[in-house]
């Protein structure tokens, strides 16, 4: 869980969300240390093979989706594979370690490529 501005957003929801985008091939939803509000929402994303996705397509169609505060506030479009953990699912620790690191596709404060 993601806890953002005081408000609850659950990664699963947003990341299902993000999945009905017919070029998604998978993602992942984290939060990432925000000064404002505590953690900000950010999606880690990769596209099927042969499709194209802007981060900033990813934002918009959340938002026509979901109440604002849920939306990521920023995108990465991956092209290598989510770290795994034992089990074989998305390392979210992992992804958490690899964002603080590299800096986000899109700032959707700023409306604008960063």
């Not at 953690?39 to 169609?61: C, F, M, N, W, Y």
């Amino acid at each position: 869980m993601i806890v953002t501005g005081g408000e609850n957003v659950y990664s699963q929801e947003v990341e299902n969300c993000i999945l009905a985008m017919p070029a998604v091939a998978e993602c992942a939803v984290i939060g990432l240390p925000d000064e404002k509000w505590g953690e900000a929402v950010h999606a880690e994303v990769r596209t099927k093979t042969g499709q194209a996705l802007s981060p900033q397509e990813v934002i918009d169609h959340c938002r026509r989706r979901m109440a604002g505060f849920k939306c990521p506030k920023s995108v990465n479009i991956r092209t290598k594979p989510f770290p795994l953990n034992g089990a074989q699912k998305i390392s979210k620790v992992d992804l958490k370690r690899e964002a603080a690191n590299t800096p986000a596709s899109v700032d959707a404060h700023a409306g604008r490529e960063a």
